[in-house]
DNA sequence: CGCATGATTCAACATTCGTTGAATTGGATC
DNA sequence: GATCCAATTCAACGAATGTTGAATCATGCG
């Protein structure tokens, strides 16, 4: 943990804990939560991996802290697209939903390796607190599809839950394995693989929950647009 | 290596290297493939670590072993509702894919998690067998959906490769996080929330290929029948 | 300067891991 | 019963892990 405030002074330390922080990110990101070793951590961050222990306690504590730097400002912008009042169609918002989504967690495969592997093994240790911090996230796009519904975008139907479950998940697939599958079983260029797969899962998502499935879709913004200030560590 | 083969003799082997993988299977779900430690499988087994290098060479050609027995029958059958002369609607063939997924993977979490978490990776080591052994199951339920253009059953602006890929790997996801995600955000029981998963999904995913979205589908067999012959080692 | 205190490093701990070579068991064959 | 050999166990190796207590460094304040 951080201690006392500093009063004054030009840079008297020298390794900020978001410093380790972001080489912890990187280090869970290449190697999974479980075979990231303190030590390469350290060796990310170019320092003794007993520092680690002066301002976390634990990996656990460090990589709770790295949830709770990412979470809340997603959580924050989808709350936002998630207003009750918010005039766009239920496809654009939804689309919305994905360039958030996309933006955020693009450049982070150590949250999305959590994700995807943590939540699996049941309710320890740290599954608790991913389910305070994904519930909130999961409502709120649930509240657009029920929404949805209630304007008349959407099929009445729709199991609003599992539509939430679909759109998130089948998103984090894309961005983990379509980078390394497509390019092997076709020709696609990396980047390009992300990208058409999102646009062509999306088209097949909003076929299977709009009411008027053969409606065309309206012209959708680009998702590279605006990108968030994720910090890119490729030294 | 098993060694030669024995002439006669009622039963002088008393560890059999199937016992092992068995052992292996569950402990990897567990655990997950990293994790899972050798003196972990041996207990699960009841023999001595060391036994594991007289029957396999490595913790690698264990799990090489394991995908060498898994997959070739799920293969198998997928290849049966392949074959471009089946008679059956595409809907049901595709449910049938469905069907043949969930019976051979439902009860094996070791698997999943390698599919889930391993291929990300890239391509060290473990991957190029995977994708030796996975590549023509995608191509065989791609080949379905190919057919089904043919057929005039699909959209003609299907892409076949992402659609094989979304079928599969929402149908993981679905096995893996609905389980523990479903009870914990409503209230649903266990088992119940994979079996409304799978057909939502199903419903919300066939509406999205189908040439004709709104066309009701035809009354699909119940997931659960003739249960495939995997060894539930629950002791 | 001297000293207190926060920041950092060093060295070591107990544990666990995958793996291996030697030793032991036990049934089949002579 | 002696022998052979596959099957199994025992004990240990070296390496890597998370963690910790003591020691060292560097800076701000008196």
């Given at each position: 943990?951080?201690?006392?405030p500093?009063?004054?002074?030009?840079?008297?330390?020298?390794?900020?804990?978001?410093?380790?922080?972001d080489?912890?990110?990187?280090?869970?990101?290449?190697d999974?939560?479980?075979?990231?070793?303190?030590?390469?951590?350290?060796?990310?961050?170019?320092?003794?991996?007993?520092?680690?222990?002066?301002?976390?306690?634990?990996?656990?504590a460090?990589?709770?802290?790295?949830?709770?730097?990412?979470?809340?400002?997603i959580?924050?912008?989808?709350?936002?697209?998630?207003?009750?009042?918010?005039?766009?169609s239920t496809?654009l918002?939804?689309?919305?939903v994905?360039r958030i989504?996309?933006r955020?967690?693009?450049?982070?495969?150590?949250i999305?390796?959590l994700?995807?592997?943590?939540?699996?093994?049941g309710?320890?240790?740290?599954?608790?607190?991913i389910?305070?911090?994904?519930?909130?996230?999961?409502?709120?796009?649930?509240?657009?599809l029920?929404q949805?519904i209630?304007?008349?975008?959407?099929?009445?139907?729709?199991?609003?839950?599992?539509?939430?479950?679909?759109?998130?998940?089948?998103?984090?697939e894309?961005l983990?394995?379509?980078?390394?599958?497509?390019?092997?079983?076709?020709?696609?260029?990396?980047?390009q693989?992300?990208?058409?797969?999102?646009?062509?899962?999306?088209?097949l998502?909003?076929?299977g929950?709009?009411?008027?499935?053969?409606?065309?879709l309206?012209?959708?913004?680009e998702?590279?647009?605006?990108?968030?200030?994720?910090?890119?560590?490729?030294?």
């Amino acid at each position: 943990m951080p201690h006392a405030p500093r009063p004054r002074g030009p840079k008297p330390i020298r390794m900020d804990p978001d410093r380790i922080l972001d080489a912890a990110q990187e280090v869970f990101a290449r190697d999974g939560l479980r075979a990231a070793s303190l030590r390469a951590i350290a060796k990310q961050a170019g320092c003794d991996p007993a520092l680690i222990y002066y301002h976390f306690d634990s990996k656990e504590a460090m990589f709770t802290a790295l949830l709770a730097r990412r979470f809340p400002p997603i959580l924050q912008e989808l709350e936002v697209v998630a207003e009750p009042g918010d005039p766009r169609s239920t496809a654009l918002r939804l689309w919305e939903v994905v360039r958030i989504y996309h933006r955020h967690l693009k450049a982070d495969p150590a949250i999305r390796s959590l994700i995807r592997g943590e939540i699996v093994r049941g309710a320890e240790g740290l599954s608790g607190l991913i389910e305070v911090r994904i519930r909130p996230i999961v409502m709120a796009i649930r509240s657009i599809l029920d929404q949805g519904i209630s304007r008349g975008d959407l099929r009445a139907d729709l199991h609003t839950l599992l539509g939430t479950f679909f759109l998130a998940r089948m998103h984090l697939e894309i961005l983990d394995l379509l980078p390394t599958v497509l390019p092997r079983l076709m020709g696609l260029p990396h980047d390009q693989a992300v990208e058409t797969g999102l646009h062509v899962w999306f088209d097949l998502y909003w076929r299977g929950i709009a009411r008027d499935p053969l409606a065309p879709l309206p012209p959708l913004p680009e998702l590279a647009a605006d990108p968030i200030a994720i910090k890119e560590t490729h030294p």
